[in-house]
């Protein structure tokens, strides 16, 4: 069984969280209370019921929504944080991924977390970085488990908890001590074509054997129902509230948009002024999703750490197909899925394929644009 202790003393311990930061951090500048306070309603809720597969063992991934071998989509999937600076590019292994969520870290830049339903046959993924308390959520949103190389101190608390299934580059950090995860120095790798810390990757032999060494289960929980609502074999979903081919989600210093083809009937994903590049395919990145989900943030403390609320609900908008749809999206559960929801309260429906999540501050809407 995979170490899930649903302690109500979980969300107790989490109000603590920045007092155990001190040694790493400045005083907060706003009350983060809500990220804590967030997090103590940790029942896990939905059917049991899993889907039968058909005659070629083939069921529909909760990731993509795509049929894909069951064995597949019924174990857990890996989710691996990928840095995201100019130092680093090209990366390794997006182009691979199900799902990116794209969310902020300090000085205005993004990093990445990339989750895939299969990883066999990669041999290099990264350049993995350090984690922030925001991602370890969405992980948790999809039953994932975590990878990352570092942490920042507000992290700390949640990885080192039997929520967490997570590898980890680091076997100690200063100020806090010894962090849960870290399977030996094998796990990853350094590279000699750019310097540190923008080298360090992993791979599936690498990720196969952290997962047998730390006893972690493989299998998804009985419970979970998956987190998007995709559109069924052979048909296309398109949206209603108008045309977009072009989405900017924010002002961000990598300057991230998307441009539609209509050719490809994919976003196609820029970046640095440049097409997003995949080292290990030389192609642009492209998906078939994109999802602009709005979170209240403030700061933890003067270093510029930000407290992403992933748990409040907000306005939302989701492209496919060269459409848009504005729309809000909930949680029933701090630890279940994020639901996207129309005018009507009608859960709102994706394309298979792959989704990109750009998380986006409340107070930063002005930064959007589409046409």
Same mark, same amino acid.
């Given at each position: 069984?995979?170490?899930?202790?649903?302690?109500?003393?979980?969300?107790?311990?989490?109000?603590?969280?920045?007092? =155990?930061?001190?040694?790493?951090?400045?005083?907060?500048?706003?009350?983060?209370? %809500?990220?804590?306070?967030?997090?103590?309603?940790?029942?896990?809720?939905?059917?049991?019921?899993?889907?039968?597969?058909?005659?070629?063992?083939?069921?529909?991934?909760?990731? =993509?929504?795509?049929?894909?071998?069951? &064995?597949?989509?019924? =174990?857990?999937?890996?989710?691996?944080?990928?840095?995201? *600076?100019?130092?680093?590019?090209?990366?390794?292994?997006?182009?691979?991924?199900?799902?990116?969520?794209?969310?902020?870290?300090?000085?205005? *830049?993004?990093?990445?977390?990339?989750?895939?339903? !299969?990883?066999?046959?990669?041999?290099?993924?990264?350049?993995?970085?350090?984690?922030?308390?925001?991602?370890?959520?969405?992980?948790?949103?999809?039953?994932?488990?975590?990878?990352?190389?570092?942490?920042?101190?507000?992290?700390? !608390?949640?990885?080192?908890?039997?929520?967490?299934?997570?590898?980890?580059?680091?076997?100690?950090?200063?100020?806090?001590?010894?962090?849960?995860?870290?399977?030996?120095?094998?796990?990853?790798?350094?590279?000699?074509?750019?310097?540190?810390?923008?080298?360090?990757?992993?791979?599936?032999?690498?990720?196969?054997?952290?997962?047998?060494?730390?006893?972690?289960?493989?299998?998804?929980?009985? &419970? $979970?129902?998956?987190?998007?609502?995709?559109?069924?074999?052979?048909?296309?979903?398109?949206?209603? &509230?108008?045309?977009?081919?072009?989405?900017?989600?924010?002002?961000?210093?990598?300057?991230?948009?998307?441009?539609?083809?209509?050719?490809?009937?994919?976003?196609?994903?820029?970046?640095?002024?440049?097409?997003? *590049?995949?080292?290990?395919? $030389?192609?642009?990145?492209?998906?078939?999703?994109?999802?602009?989900?709005?979170?209240?943030?403030?700061?933890?403390? !003067?270093?510029?750490?930000?407290?992403?609320?992933?748990?409040?609900?907000?306005?939302?908008?989701?492209?496919?197909?060269?459409?848009?749809?504005?729309?809000? %999206?909930?949680?029933?559960?701090? %630890?279940?899925?994020?639901?996207?929801? !129309?005018?009507?309260?009608?859960?709102? =429906?994706?394309?298979?394929?792959?989704? %990109?999540?750009?998380?986006?501050?409340?107070?930063?809407?002005?930064?959007?644009?589409?046409?």
């Amino acid at each position: 069984m995979k170490k899930r202790v649903l302690a109500v003393l979980f969300g107790t311990m989490m109000l603590g969280l920045a007092m =155990s930061a001190v040694g790493s951090a400045e005083a907060e500048t706003e009350d983060p209370s %809500w990220h804590q306070d967030f997090r103590t309603d940790i029942t896990r809720t939905g059917s049991t019921e899993r889907e039968t597969p058909d005659a070629n063992n083939q069921v529909h991934s909760y990731l =993509s929504g795509e049929l894909k071998d069951a &064995d597949i989509v019924l =174990s857990r999937p890996m989710a691996v944080m990928i840095n995201n *600076i100019s130092d680093a590019m090209p990366q390794s292994g997006l182009s691979y991924a199900d799902v990116i969520y794209e969310a902020p870290v300090e000085g205005d *830049i993004t990093r990445l977390m990339a989750l895939f339903d !299969d990883y066999s046959g990669l041999s290099k993924i990264g350049p993995i970085r350090s984690c922030r308390d925001y991602f370890v959520d969405f992980a948790l949103e999809f039953d994932a488990i975590y990878t990352h190389f570092g942490q920042a101190v507000y992290a700390y !608390d949640l990885l080192n908890s039997d929520m967490v299934n997570n590898i980890s580059g680091l076997q100690y950090q200063d100020q806090v001590g010894e962090l849960n995860g870290y399977a030996g120095e094998d796990i990853f790798y350094r590279t000699d074509d750019r310097p540190a810390p923008h080298n360090a990757y992993t791979s599936e032999d690498g990720l196969n054997l952290a997962i047998e060494r730390l006893g972690y289960s493989r299998v998804l929980d009985d &419970d $979970y129902t998956g987190h998007f609502k995709f559109a069924a074999d052979g048909e296309t979903v398109t949206y209603t &509230d108008g045309t977009a081919t072009y989405i900017q989600p924010s002002l961000y210093s990598n300057k991230p948009h998307f441009e539609y083809s209509e050719e490809s009937g994919k976003y196609l994903r820029y970046q640095y002024g440049d097409a997003h *590049i995949d080292e290990m395919t $030389y192609e642009q990145l492209s998906v078939d999703n994109v999802i602009i989900q709005y979170c209240p943030v403030v700061y933890y403390d !003067d270093n510029g750490y930000l407290n992403v609320n992933t748990n409040a609900g907000g306005d939302a908008i989701l492209f496919t197909r060269g459409t848009f749809q504005r729309a809000t %999206w909930e949680k029933a559960s701090d %630890w279940g899925p994020a639901r996207y929801y !129309d005018a009507n309260g009608e859960e709102i =429906s994706l394309n298979q394929g792959t989704t %990109w999540v750009c998380i986006v501050s409340h107070n930063r809407t002005e930064d959007t644009m589409f046409e």
